[in-house]
């Protein structure tokens, strides 16, 4: 078992192979065990990347290994990596094929090979992980972006992969939703043995992901700008500029309470918003 | 069609299984239409009227108001059967049309009441399963009456996607009006024909996209899922059975008196 479940070596793509390359020679590295955010503007080539993770689609050029072997592009290589990697698409609209959300979630499971008793008692257990319940007879047609969402989060945790990527799980849900996928991403799995080995998200959300991610990859124009520790990475104004992404607004905080001399020069910087509280806590029962 | 989809789903009998309420109105249209019987028809009427507004809980306005639609065209259709252009007057009516008369005999009167209840009925029968059954639940009783694959699967992708196509045809003809796309016949013609071409190739994106999404779930050219059936229970069978009996014997019994 390789230390790294997903390796990308100077990999380029490009969608209609004459204009601008989607992936322009992008590498990265995604350790077993970690929590990794890739971050990016819209159209710097992560959704690109991540449809190239299960083989959806096929670099142009350069290497891609999955836990230390190189991709095999035959059918039933293919179908052994998908079952690995889960993908949770950005809109769950291209995602849903069946109105009914008990038969949408059961597809997976069934294409493992499991048997129809298995697969119903592991679309019974997620759906009650997920909350589903109390709109699971409504048609898909019926539910609000939110509760799509939960579905399509069903319909990959169900499942069980090894590497889960979330493209952009947030976008465009309300924070009560939002927070019911954060939770889910927080605990993915209750069995133990069953917990992806690794998640790979997408997003903007600087704050997020300073708080979620141990790692965080940054990419533009279909390359990898930095990758390193979530700490490292989003609190380097400079690169985050590059990236065109905010400085997460807990350490814009922190940095002008340290330049005002309310928090000591000497405090490392906080990864979230309950650790600059905190500092502030301790710096004002000091005063 | 979308307030059927949504009373079928908000159904009283929505739980009741599937197969049983394909089977009380297959059967009942076929004895409806098979024995051309008024008092079978009559009866039908009546039972799917009440087992849809009392059980499943159809407003009975909107119930009449559905049922509107079809009767307009049984109403054209049997006033064709009805009225004949002859030289010699019938018993029933006649109206003087030049040398002609606009005739009907006492017969065909019959006739037609009764091809209007049968008809009636039959629809009624129809619509007591498209108003308690959604269509994911009558696709997993064609699957079981070994409907070929390939329909089955086209089916529930076509149901799934005439929502989706719908939504966005309603989103984009908002934001034409938005911004004064239909002021007026010009702008309208020219506004139909751009979002009739948007449509279709919003249509063969998303199919790519639900393809891809299908495959990275290890989709390998067949759509499987659970069977999602409600259990069939013995009352409501015997219900049924002792229902088409009745049926029967009411068309046996008032076979002589042309009802």
Same mark, same amino acid.
């Given at each position: 078992?390789?230390?790294?479940?997903?390796?990308?070596?100077?990999?380029?793509?490009?969608?209609?192979?004459?204009?601008?390359?989607?992936?322009?020679?992008?590498?990265?590295? #995604?350790?077993?065990?970690?929590?990794?955010?890739?971050?990016?503007?819209?159209?710097?080539?992560k959704?690109? +990347?991540?449809?190239?993770?299960?083989?959806?689609?096929?670099?142009?050029?350069?290497?891609?290994?999955?836990?230390?072997?190189?991709?095999?592009? *035959?059918?039933?290589?293919?179908?052994?990596?998908?079952?690995?990697?889960?993908?949770?698409?950005?809109?769950?609209?291209t995602?849903?094929?069946?109105?009914?959300?008990?038969?949408?979630?059961?597809?997976?499971?069934?294409?493992?090979?499991?048997?129809?008793?298995?697969?119903?008692?592991?679309?019974?257990?997620?759906?009650?992980?997920?909350?589903?319940?109390?709109?699971?007879?409504?048609?898909?047609?019926?539910?609000s972006?939110?509760?799509?969402?939960?579905?399509?989060? @069903?319909?990959?945790?169900?499942?069980?992969?090894?590497?889960?990527?979330?493209?952009?799980?947030?976008? @465009?849900?309300?924070?009560?939703?939002?927070?019911?996928?954060?939770?889910?991403?927080?605990?993915?799995?209750?069995?133990?043995?069953?917990?992806? @080995?690794?998640?790979?998200? &997408?997003?903007?959300?600087?704050? +997020?992901?300073?708080?979620?991610?141990?790692?965080?990859?940054?990419?533009?124009?279909?390359?990898?700008l &930095?990758?390193g520790?979530?700490?490292?990475? !989003?609190?380097?104004?400079? %690169?985050?500029?590059?990236?065109?992404?905010?400085?997460?607004?807990?350490?814009?905080?922190?940095? /002008?309470?340290?330049?005002?001399?309310?928090?000591?020069?000497? !405090?490392?910087?906080?990864?979230?918003?309950d650790?600059?509280?905190?500092?502030?806590?301790r710096?004002?029962?000091?005063? | 069609? %979308?307030?059927?989809?949504?009373?079928?789903?908000?159904?009283?009998?929505?739980?009741?299984?599937?197969?049983?309420?394909?089977?009380?109105s297959?059967?009942?249209?076929?004895?409806?239409?098979?024995?051309?019987?008024?008092?079978?028809?009559?009866?039908?009427?009546?039972?799917?009227?009440?087992?849809?507004?009392?059980?499943?809980?159809?407003?009975?306005?909107?119930?009449?108001?559905?049922?509107?639609?079809?009767?307009?065209? #049984?109403?054209?259709?049997?006033a064709?059967?009805?009225?004949?252009?002859? $030289?010699?007057?019938?018993?029933?009516?006649?109206?003087?049309l030049?040398?002609?008369?606009?005739?009907?005999?006492?017969?065909?009167?019959?006739? /037609?009441?009764?091809?209007?209840?049968?008809?009636?009925a039959?629809?009624?029968?129809?619509y007591?399963?498209? %108003?308690?059954?959604?269509v994911?639940?009558?696709?997993?009783?064609?699957?079981?009456?070994?409907?070929?694959?390939?329909?089955?699967?086209?089916?529930?992708?076509?149901?799934?996607?005439? +929502?989706? %196509?719908l939504?966005?045809?309603?989103?984009?003809?908002?934001?034409?009006?938005?911004?004064?796309?239909?002021?007026?016949?010009?702008?309208?013609? *020219?506004?139909?024909?751009?979002l009739?071409?948007?449509? +279709?190739?919003?249509?063969?994106?998303?199919g790519?996209?639900?393809?891809?999404?299908?495959?990275?779930?290890?989709?390998?050219?067949?759509?499987?899922?659970?069977?999602?059936?409600?259990?069939? $229970?013995? *009352?409501?069978?015997?219900?049924?059975?002792?229902?088409?009996?009745?049926?029967?014997?009411?068309?046996?019994?008032?076979?002589?008196?042309?009802?």
């Open positions: 078992m390789s230390d790294y479940i997903l390796e990308a070596d100077n990999l380029t793509f490009s969608y209609d192979k004459t204009g601008a390359p989607s992936l322009d020679g992008l590498s990265l590295r #995604v350790r077993r065990g970690s929590r990794t955010a890739v971050m990016g503007a819209n159209g710097s080539g959704s690109t +990347f991540f449809l190239c993770c299960n083989g959806l689609l096929k670099p142009d050029g350069g290497r891609l290994l999955y836990d230390g072997v190189p991709l095999s592009y *035959r059918k039933r290589d293919l179908l052994a990596l998908r079952e690995k990697v889960g993908i949770v698409f950005q809109d769950p609209d995602q849903l094929f069946s109105a009914s959300v008990y038969q949408e979630i059961s597809f997976g499971p069934l294409n493992l090979g499991l048997s129809e008793e298995e697969a119903s008692r592991e679309v019974e257990a997620v759906i009650g992980r997920l909350g589903i319940g109390p709109f699971r007879h409504r048609p898909a047609h019926a539910l972006g939110g509760q799509k969402k939960q579905v399509a989060l @069903a319909d990959i945790l169900v499942m069980h992969p090894e590497l889960l990527i979330l493209d952009e799980p947030f976008a @465009a849900l309300d924070p009560g939703h939002a927070r019911i996928i954060r939770d889910m991403i927080g605990k993915p799995d209750q069995e133990p043995g069953r917990v992806p @080995a690794a998640i790979l998200l &997408a997003t903007h959300d600087t704050d +997020f992901a300073l708080e979620w991610a141990d790692e965080v990859i940054l990419m533009k124009d279909g390359r990898a &930095a990758q520790p979530a700490r490292k990475i !989003l609190t380097d104004r400079q %690169l985050l500029a590059k990236a065109e992404l905010a400085l997460p607004s807990v350490i814009r905080i922190f940095e /002008s309470l340290r330049a005002c001399g309310i928090l000591g020069a000497d !405090l490392p910087a906080p990864g979230s918003f650790q600059l509280e905190a500092y502030i806590r710096a004002g029962g000091e005063a | 069609m %979308l307030l059927i989809d949504r009373l079928c789903y908000t159904s009283g009998l929505r739980h009741m299984n599937a197969g049983e309420k394909c089977a009380l297959l059967f009942s249209i076929v004895l409806c239409v098979g024995t051309r019987s008024a008092a079978a028809a009559a009866a039908v009427f009546l039972a799917m009227a009440f087992l849809c507004i009392k059980k499943g809980g159809v407003p009975a306005g909107l119930y009449l108001r559905l049922l509107l639609i079809p009767l307009a065209f #049984v109403l054209l259709g049997t064709a059967v009805l009225v004949n252009l002859s $030289r010699t007057p019938l018993d029933a009516f006649a109206l003087p030049g040398p002609l008369w606009l005739t009907g005999s006492r017969e065909g009167l019959l006739g /037609s009441g009764r091809l209007i209840l049968t008809a009636m039959s629809v009624s029968g129809l007591f399963l498209a %108003l308690t059954t959604p994911t639940d009558i696709l997993g009783v064609l699957r079981a009456c070994r409907l070929p694959r390939i329909l089955a699967e086209l089916m529930l992708l076509v149901y799934r996607f005439l +929502f989706l %196509l939504e966005q045809a309603a989103a984009m003809l908002r934001s034409q009006d938005a911004r004064l796309g239909n002021r007026d016949l010009r702008t309208s013609l *020219r506004s139909w024909g751009l009739a071409s948007m449509l +279709f190739i919003r249509a063969m994106k998303q790519n996209a639900l393809y891809d999404a299908m495959e990275a779930r290890c989709y390998d050219g067949s759509i499987r899922v659970l069977p999602e059936a409600d259990p069939p $229970r013995l *009352r409501e069978i015997a219900g049924i059975a002792g229902f088409l009996f009745l049926l029967l014997v009411l068309a046996f019994l008032t076979r002589k008196s042309g009802l």
